[in-house]
Structure formats: C-alpha cells, structure tokens
C-alpha cells in the first residue's frame, strides 16, 4: 500500500492527504493483491488559491520515507507496467469522492496561515503516532568531495532497522525559540550585522532537501535576534563563480555604511574562489536584494594552494595604513594554516607574506575569525581595535574532527602575526567554544549595544533517514555575547543574549535543596521541555576536609558518565528525563581532589541513556572548568525541545547536546535534581522559567516600520 504520511512540522495538516512538494498534494486509493500494489491518485498544484492541475496515476508501491527526486514535481511516478489487476476495479467507485476530497484539500491547504513552532503545553495525544516507515539506511558522505567538512550523520544502520519513530515525536524535536528556518537543511552562520536598526543573519541553506547540498544563502532580520522574520533567499547559486555552491562569507562594515560582503564560491569545476556582493539598495534597512560584483571571483587559490583547500574569508579589518586586512583559512599537508591579504576596495588583494599562524597536523582550517576583547571592560571592541588593553582571539573550525578551538594571544600588526599566551592552547589544539555540537562559528562586533556576538551551527546526531522524515536538519545556538574572563584571563565567557529573558514566562525557585549521596530529587514543575534553568550548588565542607586526596583522572568523553561515582561527584540536574528514569540527559559536575589537595572540576553533558532509540548518537560531551577560590558551582541550561545549551561558571565552559528521547517529550518530560557521589551531600538553590516560543514568521511588508 501507499504509505500514509503525517505532514512534517510546518506543512498544512491536511488529512489523509500527501504532501509532495510545497503546496502540491495528492490524494490515493489504494489496492493490494498478493503480487502487485496498484493506487489511483489525484494530485493538484495550488497556486495563488487557484487549483492549476488535476492529475489520475496509477503506481506500484515500493515503500518510499519521502518522495524521491523523479517526484520533485509534485507527483508520485507512474507504474511503468501496463498489465492491469483486477483488484484496480474496486478503486474506481470511490472516484468521484477523491476528486472532491482534492480540490477541496488544495483549496483549504492555500488559505491557511503560516504553521507555528508547536507549544510546549502541547498534549501528547493531540498529535499522530503514526509510525514513520521503516528500512534500513545507509548513510551517503556530502560534502568531502566537494571540498568541504563532512556534512552527513556517521550513524549507520548497516546491520539494524532504524527506531520507528512516529511523527509525534518527530514533531517535538522541532524548536521553539532557536533559530531555524521553516524547512530544509541550514549549517553555518554567515554575514551577521546590524543594519539600520535591524540585525541580519544570513545562513547556509538547501531550498530543495533536509539534507545538505544545493547551498544557497537564506536570510532572515530580527529587532533583538530572538524574534526572526524570514527574507526572500539573499544569494542562489546562478554565476559560474558559484555554480556549485554560495558558500559561508563575511560582512565588513565601512565606515561610510558601505557593506561588503565576501563570500566562498564553489566553481562550475569546484573550485574554492572567493566574491564580492554588496546591497542592490543600501537605503533599504532588510538588505533584500544583493548584487555580485560582476569582476568576481576577487580572489583565486594561490600557488602552492589546493582548489578545495581555500575558503571562508572573514570579517575584513583596519590597518594603520588605511587598508582593509582578512584572513582565509587553508592548509599545507596536515598543517593548517591562515593566509592573509590586505585590499582597498575589496575588489583588488595583495597575498602578505608569512601567515597569520600555522600548525602542524591540525589539518585543513575553515571558518576562521580573528577579534579583539578587551582586557579592561565587558563591552565588546569593533574588529579593527588594536593596542593597550587589548587581545586577540583565533578561532578556527577544524575541517578532520568538526569542532572550532580558540586561542588567546597577541596580535603583531607589523610583521602579521598571531601569538598565543599559551602554547598548550594554540590554535585548533586547545580550547573549545563549546564541547558538544557546535561548528562553524561566525562573530560580529554589535554596534548597536556594544557588545561582540557569536553564532554557532548546532548539527544533528540522528540519522538521515530521520531528518528526510521530519523535513528539516540543524539549528543554530541562541546568540551569545563574548568576552574575555578577567578573572583567569585565559578564558573567554560566552553567555545566551539578554534578549532571551524576554521569553521567560512563569519561574519556580527552589532554595537550599539537599541532595545526599546517591538520591535523585524531583522537581515539581509545569513542563519540561522549553526551559531556562539558573542553578548554583555547593558541597558540604565537611565532605571535602574528610576526601582522601588522589591522583585520579576524570574526563568526560572517556568515563562512565554521570553513572561513574566519585567521593565528591558527580552531582547536577536531569533534563529531559522520564518519570521512571528510562530516559535522561544528565548535566552535572565532577569533583576530584588532586594529591596537592586543589579541587579539580569537569563539566559534563551524559547521553548515553538520553534516548531508547538505537539511531542516535549517544556521547558524554563535556572538559575541565575553572573554578576559582570563593565561587560555587553554577550552571545556567536552556532547554528547548531537541536542544540542550548548558553554560558552567559563567560561560567559561559551554557543552550543547542534541538529544532524542521517545518517552521524555510533551508532557512526560521532567525535571530532577541528582547527586550520585558517594560520599558529599550536595545543597542547591535553582530558579526555573518556563519558555515562550520565538514565533519565527515569515516577512510581511506592513512589519518594516
């Protein structure tokens, strides 16, 4: 039979009907014999209200999840077999009952509004759980052959079926308040800016699939990067220069207004080059329309340069000399390495000698970004300070393990260089924005508030077969400021936007809760599924006089998780947890006492028991915090749908976690409070908002003032 279909989150929910493409919609009768699976099929493509095309298909069923690309055209593929069946018959009477069904289907599907993020009051049984149909899949590599990261989920199912997801759970994967767009496939952050009172994020987007390829730049303009309207696509693949691919850019603001925004262009024969686009008209705030300049590619791959091994300029700053000056990340063998050119106008570049900086086997460098942070004050400096009081931050994104490390140092404007403080944390090998998912990062110097804001690609680790069936695949992190912890000097503190605190709606607040060893506390709260939890917690003193000091080594990813009991840990809150524990993501501390009798603390994220599905990837993410004399262990964790963002210390460590339980979701999801070290109490005090949703629209002309 044909399978029947729930649309996926943002579609019309129409019933019983299909949904092929956007707004065309078919409607089936199908019949089973004991060799042949026969439908007769009515499809109509609505357009501008007005039903354009009604189309009767006879097909044979092979089970599809989604519609393949010979469907892309809104309707299944007629059966090439002409020998009828006999069973054909019995469809026929209800003939003229599906063509009213359709055209009344299509009709109601063009009247209705624009589907909303789901809420989180959401009941369970309101929604489908029709089961998803089920095969094995087997995960395709996109993106290395074309010259980019790897882009395609690593879980395999090779040798097992896939879980039966149904489109219940499916639907309360989608998030309410990160950014993300109506469908499809996005990854990294690109060009963000504040513009005439708007802030613009442009993203990389695939308009034909939730999976990655087709890469084109899809727009969106916020008031405070929390409520997002969506734009018209900014950039499509149309020139030869980008044929292949409208790959991740940077925007520089000059100090006339002008913005020029380079980007990477994937040739018509794949090579790495890189544009030029400015605003068709700089007076319009949405910047709808853009122009490529019609000299591009600006800049090529220099000598000694693989074509695939060039790309994603950053944000271009001011030299002494009145230049402009960006970097590009490349490699030489297994060194990566940032490459730098100085430019005028944007359109003509000098390569500088050396390099700004270069490892050894860090391998190829993507989404570099180069910026100062004071070393004086919270606010955040524009890209093109320099000088007393000031430090320089080098971020790259790691093209072989998909992670983006920073380094702190001292940036020599004469001779292009780039120290770091710390050897230990040299670019791509030491510090890590974030220690779960996050990639491709993108910051920008806010001049509206002052303040340096940080962007991050936050991928799927599901499968692919269950991003086809939802309809959509990653997210990006909630906006988050950047600046340098003053206190150790050797962090940057990354916190969620003030803006979100717009969202909190009703809090509950919990005050010196004790937790001894081995107990797991219940929070009662309303829901738990879009959060803003703040937490602070302390060990009992007497705990840690009495810890015998030792030698053990805890780490994260290769311990036994929140399970693994210590004397002093490991303690903190469950998410997305079940009433009978079968399912939680466990985000807490570990505590251990060094034979020098100095406290050293982990910061961990635990999925291994976060999903009873067997196609996700489940890791213990997480590292090291600094945890300065005076301070308790505190943490801040948002919590929304599919997504855990969690913020230790004030933002000194960062571990983000996507997360997929079929049990914990709408209203079984709770909230619980545990401590499984073996010999502290632990005391805590929380406070916890519900969330709004963000309501992520698209752009209406009447919204501009």
């Not at 990389?204 to 969106?220: E, L, S």
């Not at 000299?295 to 695939?308: A, E, H, Q, T, W």
């Not at 545990?674 to 992520?696: C, D, R």
Request: a negative charge; hydrophobic letters at 35%; aromatic letters at 10%.
């Amino acid at each position: 039979m044909i399978p029947e279909f729930e649309p996926p989150l943002g579609s019309h929910p129409i019933p019983h009907t299909l949904e092929w493409g956007s707004y065309k919609f078919c409607q089936c009768i199908t019949h089973s014999s004991l060799h042949n699976s026969h439908a007769l099929c009515l499809c109509t493509q609505v357009i501008n209200h007005n039903t354009t095309t009604i189309l009767f298909l006879t097909m044979e069923h092979h089970k599809p999840l989604l519609p393949t690309s010979s469907e892309s055209e809104g309707c299944p593929s007629p059966n090439p077999r002409t020998r009828k069946d006999k069973g054909l018959l019995l469809v026929l009477g209800g003939f003229l009952l599906l063509s009213s069904l359709v055209a009344y289907g299509g009709y109601r599907a063009s009247h209705l509004p624009h589907a909303h993020v789901a809420s989180p009051t959401s009941n369970h049984d309101q929604h489908s759980s029709k089961s998803v149909p089920s095969t094995k899949w087997h995960p395709v590599s996109r993106g290395l052959s074309s010259g980019v990261s790897e882009k395609s989920s690593t879980v395999s199912f090779a040798t097992s079926q896939p879980f039966p997801w149904d489109n219940s759970m499916l639907s309360w994967q989608r998030t309410a308040f990160h950014f993300q767009p109506d469908k499809n496939w996005m990854n990294d952050p690109n060009g963000p800016l504040y513009y005439k009172g708007w802030y613009h994020f442009f993203y990389q987007y695939n308009p034909n699939g939730a999976v990655w390829g087709d890469i084109v730049w899809g727009h969106a303009v916020s008031r405070d990067m929390i409520h997002w309207l969506h734009l018209p696509l900014a950039m499509v693949a149309d020139q030869w220069y980008d044929k292949n691919g409208v790959w991740t850019g940077s925007a520089t603001i000059l100090a006339d207004g002008q913005i020029m925004m380079l980007y990477t262009g994937s040739t018509n024969e794949s090579v790495q080059v890189q544009n030029l686009a400015y605003p068709a008209d700089p007076s319009d705030p949405l910047l709808v329309d853009w122009i490529k300049y019609p000299g591009n590619p600006v800049l090529v791959p220099p000598p000694g340069i693989g074509v695939k091994d060039f790309r994603d300029p950053t944000t271009a700053w001011l030299t002494p000399e009145g230049k402009w000056r960006i970097t590009i990340g490349s490699k030489l063998n297994k060194t990566g390495i940032a490459l730098v050119y100085d430019t005028v106008d944007f359109k003509t570049y000098e390569l500088k000698e050396g390099l700004l900086r270069a490892v050894p086997t860090t391998g190829m460098w993507e989404c570099v970004d180069f910026f100062p942070v004071s070393k004086e004050n919270v606010n955040g400096l524009d890209t093109s300070t320099n000088g007393a009081g000031v430090k320089h931050v080098m971020k790259v994104s790691l093209d072989d393990d998909r992670h983006d490390y920073y380094s702190i140092g001292t940036y020599d404007e004469n001779n292009v260089l780039f120290t770091p403080d710390d050897a230990k944390n040299d670019v791509g090998v030491g510090l890590r924005y974030d220690y779960g998912i996050f990639y491709a990062s993108k910051t920008f110097y806010d001049q509206n508030k002052a303040r340096r804001i940080l962007w991050g690609w936050i991928g799927e680790s599901d499968s692919e077969y269950a991003d086809v069936a939802k309809g959509w695949a990653s997210v990006q992190s909630i906006p988050r400021t950047v600046k340098l912890d003053t206190k150790t000097g050797s962090n940057l503190l990354q916190w969620p936007v003030a803006e979100v605190e717009s969202l909190r709606l009703r809090s509950d607040e919990f005050k010196n809760l004790k937790a001894k060893p081995g107990s797991v506390v219940s929070l009662d709260i309303e829901t738990a599924t879009q959060l803003d939890i703040v937490a602070e917690f302390e060990i009992d003193k007497e705990s840690l006089e009495k810890t015998v000091e030792s030698n053990e080594e805890y780490t994260c990813s290769t311990s036994g998780g929140a399970a693994q009991r210590g004397a002093l840990g490991p303690f903190g809150l469950l998410v997305l947890a079940d009433d009978g524990l079968s399912e939680s993501n466990p985000v807490y501390f570990y505590v251990t006492k060094g034979s020098n009798g100095n406290l050293k603390t982990s910061f961990c994220s635990d999925q291994s028991r976060s999903s009873e599905a067997n196609d996700v990837r489940k890791q213990i993410l997480g590292s090291v915090v600094p945890v300065l004399k005076g301070e308790k262990f505190s943490l801040r964790i948002l919590v929304d749908h599919s997504i855990v963002e969690s913020f230790a210390q004030g933002g000194r460590t960062c571990v983000t976690s996507r997360v997929y339980p079929t049990k914990a979701i709408y209203g079984a999801a709770r909230l619980f409070m545990f401590n499984n070290a073996t010999e502290a109490t632990v005391t805590a005090s929380l406070k916890i908002w519900q969330m709004n949703s963000a309501f992520i629209h698209p752009f209406h002309p009447d919204q501009k003032n």
